[in-house]
């Protein structure tokens, strides 16, 4: 594991260890399952979809802005995007789960916990918070865990996008492969924090063919958008370039808009 995954899984099971210890396993299930039924993720019928992302911060660009993520989350569901991430990690993106609390009474759309999860307790966490869904990274979690906490996302209403680095990451991912979950590929290089977005289309070829596919990292303009649709990614999740810029909404539909004419076969 790359010095940078293991430093925010580290740091993940000691936020997983205080919440267990200031509130306990039984009572975020109670809250966790006594919360509002989430809105459920809906892919369009068009076969293209964005995941937008609302962050403060990222590991190579530090801080990216100052405009509180509910506020951008806001801006983002207006875009067409299926699904909003928000980033919980508070040490390298500034993340709160209260961001993903806030986010997800104000809009309607479907609201996806980001983080480096790695006990079941944090994805109660992000039910009783709102969330839809949850990302899971299978390099941080053996395949009994995995399945565990894919088991108890779906199990609690919500969606799950089980994320890989590389093809030896599908070793445990394929441990999952037989539930309606949703598989993307991170193109970020764990080492150098530098995005391949060759990565893609090297991995791309293992994954099961039955489940949506997710390019996440280096989509940043329609063309990009254009080359994962031409791959066959279903879905994108773009956080960084929207968050920069100064109308997210617009360059969010550009997005979609691109991969959507893409998915057509016609130009964009």
């Known amino acids: 594991m790359a010095d940078f995954l293991a430093s925010m899984a580290a740091s993940s099971r000691l936020r997983a260890d205080e919440a267990r210890a200031k509130l306990g396993g039984a009572e975020l299930e109670r809250r966790a399952r006594n919360a509002p039924t989430p809105p459920l993720l809906s892919l369009s019928d068009s076969g293209f979809d964005l995941i937008a992302e609302a962050k403060l911060a990222g590991p190579s660009q530090r801080r990216i802005t100052r405009r509180p993520p ?53 994805v109660l966490e992000a039910r009783a918070a709102g969330a839809s869904g949850t990302l899971l990274i299978a390099r941080l979690l053996d395949p009994a865990l995995l399945a565990e906490m894919t088991d108890l996302t779906l199990s609690l209403g919500m969606f799950a996008l089980v994320e890989v680095f590389e093809a030896s990451d599908l ?96 130009p964009s």
Request: charged fraction near 20%.
């Open 171 to 266: 070793d445990v991912a394929s441990t999952v492969f037989d539930r309606e979950i949703l598989v993307g590929v991170n193109a970020r290089d764990l080492a150098t924090l530098e995005v391949s977005s060759e990565r893609h289309a090297e991995i791309f070829p293992s994954l099961p063919a039955h489940l949506p596919a997710v390019a996440e990292s280096g989509v940043v303009a329609p063309s990009d958008a254009r080359r994962v649709a031409e791959l066959g990614y279903r879905l994108a999740l773009v956080g960084t370039s929207l968050t920069r810029n100064p109308d997210p909404a617009a360059a969010a539909r550009a997005l979609i808009e691109a991969g959507r004419a893409t998915m057509a076969g016609s």
């Open 70 to 122: 509910a506020a951008l989350a806001v801006e983002l569901a207006g875009s067409g995007a299926v699904a909003l991430s928000i980033l919980t990690e508070p040490a390298v993106f500034a993340g709160a789960l209260s961001h993903l609390e806030a986010a997800s009474r104000s809009v309607s759309v479907p609201t996806m916990r980001k983080d480096f999860l790695v006990d079941p307790i944090q």
